[in-house]
């Protein structure tokens, strides 16, 4: 197998639940510029349900839950799972006791209210748009995801934040230029604005992490993701006016 279609299946296999057994992965931080990829291909699916309820005329924000359900069972609700657990984590008094609570597989009421939120905000600012905004804001999310490997520490010793690695710089670059491309359908300007409200939220994540936990886990890259793209489909809803794209 060529080598950028390897590093995009180690992608696919670390992000998605797709069935990608047979494909022998390269080590993720080379893989971390196909994260637009995946994002592409999980907002694909996403984007067929939408396009499939849309035109049976189903109502818009049904049309949006649905095209959302999609992308998680695409995903396995990984990233859903690492909002939740970052957001339990949250509760913790001491740096030890968040980092333990993000591990039990339990869900509390943080989790339970950050996954209500967050869904419900996405779904009905996606009810006015269309499938551009759903496939570009699922592909620039997944692009600060990298970033994240790259410029936080893992706050563990263990866990994906560790095993991931560092990527390089170029890699990184090469992720973010990739998800800003993968905005453009939605217009320029739209896209500027969507860039900019992913970029902010995710900083605002990557700070408090670094504060909170001192790094980056796999709980936290999933809260990276899912915020940023909260964001990234709130942007593009205000600066469209609500229109499909």
């Known amino acids: 197998m060529a080598e950028p279609l390897r590093d995009v299946a180690t ?3 670390w992000l998605t639940r797709l069935p990608l057994r047979a494909v022998v992965p ?15 291909v999980v907002g694909m ?21 649905l095209a959302l359900a999609a992308m998680a069972m695409v995903t396995g609700a990984l990233h859903e799972d690492g909002l939740a657990d970052y957001a339990d984590g949250c509760g913790g008094t001491t740096r030890a006791r968040a980092l333990e609570i993000m591990r039990d597989a339990r869900i509390g009421s943080y989790g339970v209210l950050a996954l209500l939120l ?14 551009a905004a759903l496939i570009g ?18 706050a563990r010793a263990d866990g994906l934040g560790r095993q991931a690695g560092r990527p390089d710089a170029g890699r990184v670059w090469l992720a973010l230029g990739l998800g800003a491309a993968l905005l453009l359908p939605c217009g320029f300007a739209p896209a500027l604005a969507g860039i900019a409200a992913c970029g902010v ?14 790094g980056q ?14 964001a990234t489909i709130l942007a593009l809803s205000a600066a469209m006016g609500g229109g499909a794209a």
Do not use: N, Y
């Not at 390269?26 to 592409?40: H, I, Q």
């Not at 804001?137 to 490997?149: D, I, K, P, T, Y």
């Not at 936290?220 to 909260?230: H, I, N, P, T």
């Open 11 to 13: 992608a696919l296999i």
């Open 201 to 214: 939220a995710q900083l605002m994540i990557a700070r408090h992490a670094l504060r909170r936990l001192g």
């Open 137 to 154: 804001a699922a592909a620039v999310s997944r692009a600060g995801m990298a970033a994240g490997l790259r410029w936080l520490p893992p």
């Open 45 to 65: 699916c996403g984007a067929a349900v939408l396009w499939a309820a849309q035109a049976v005329a189903l109502p818009p924000l049904t049309a949006a839950f």
């Open 26 to 40: 390269v080590p993720l931080a080379r893989a971390v510029w196909a994260f637009p990829v995946v994002g592409l």
């Open 118 to 131: 967050v869904v419900a905000i996405k779904a009905s600012a996606l009810s006015g748009l269309g499938i």
């Open 217 to 230: 886990t796999g709980d936290v890259l999933g809260a990276m993701q899912q915020l940023g793209e909260a």
